[in-house]
């Protein structure tokens, strides 16, 4: 028994040096840049957003810890950290040449930052309730964000001037985008519609048909289901039950009646 103990604990070694091999040759192999994929420090809370930079060589990420983290794409090292918001960020988008970065938060301000140096060259301020989205049009000259009072906002970009606002959704706002040439807008929101907007005057052009749930939808007709399965099953369990005590009773009482008939 002694042996058998010493052997295992002899085959129990050899197997963790064999796995410290692999591990110390694969690290030689793929270099440390591999692992550093794997370690990078982040952010402190939920990460809402990200956007690739237009050259793919920079990721932006927006996060619940009120920062901006700028990454590089290619080793997942940290860039710089870009500090302003005194909320939750939302939302982040790249303008099309890659030199200013949008970012929308929960403090109802919409930030403007220089990639280079990550210093913030403009901050939005009208908004009265958090910024959901935010998009650049194609040409960078407008910048597009949705909120969380039901509107979207268009700034020019060169100077912060607020555009317009357009109106017309019943509930929070929660995405933008650009049609390719610039001429149009989408959004969508809580409310299940899509909206399309002209940009030159903000005009709507079209939107889809919210679709509402009459008394009958599908969550009513899965609770109904699951009500009637579950009074079958009860109802199933208690007669199986009273069949198996009416049967155990009836055993019981069978020896009472025979020596009653006896006596």
């Not at 957003?49 to 810890?65: E, I, K």
């Not at 918001?85 to 929308?104: E, I, N, R, Y």
Request: net charge positive; with cysteine; glycine share 10%.
């Amino acid at each position: 028994m002694r042996a058998k103990s010493i052997l295992k604990t002899i085959l129990r070694v050899a197997a963790y040096a064999i796995a410290f091999l692999f591990v110390f040759l694969f690290l030689a192999e793929v270099g440390l840049e591999a692992i550093e994929l794997w370690f990078v420090t982040g952010h402190d809370g939920r990460v809402n957003a990200v956007a690739f930079s237009p050259d793919g060589r920079l990721v932006a990420s927006a996060s619940a810890d009120s920062t901006v983290q700028l990454w590089r794409a290619a080793k997942g090292s940290r860039l710089r950290e870009l500090r302003g918001h005194k909320q939750w960020v939302m939302s982040v988008a790249f303008a099309p040449d890659g030199t200013t970065l949008a970012s929308g938060g929960e403090d109802k301000t919409v930030r403007l930052w220089r990639v280079a140096d990550g210093r913030c060259v403009r901050e939005l301020i009208g908004h009265t309730n958090p910024v959901a989205a935010v998009a650049f049009s194609p040409d960078g000259s407008t910048l597009a964000t949705g909120r969380l009072d039901n509107s979207i906002k268009l700034w020019r970009t060169s100077d912060g001037l607020l555009l317009r606002t357009l109106i017309g959704h019943e509930d929070f706002v929660n995405c933008v985008a650009f049609s390719p040439d610039g001429r149009t807008l989408a959004s969508g929101g809580d409310d299940r519609a899509v909206r399309v907007w002209r940009v030159a005057d903000g005009a709507p052009l079209w939107r889809t048909q919210i679709r509402r749930e009459t008394g009958w939808g599908k969550g009513s007709l899965i609770v109904l289901a699951s009500a009637v399965l579950a009074f079958l099953i009860v109802r199933g369990l208690s007669r199986l039950l009273r069949r198996l005590f009416g049967r155990a009773k009836s055993r019981l009482r069978t020896p009472k009646a025979l020596c009653a008939a006896l006596s």
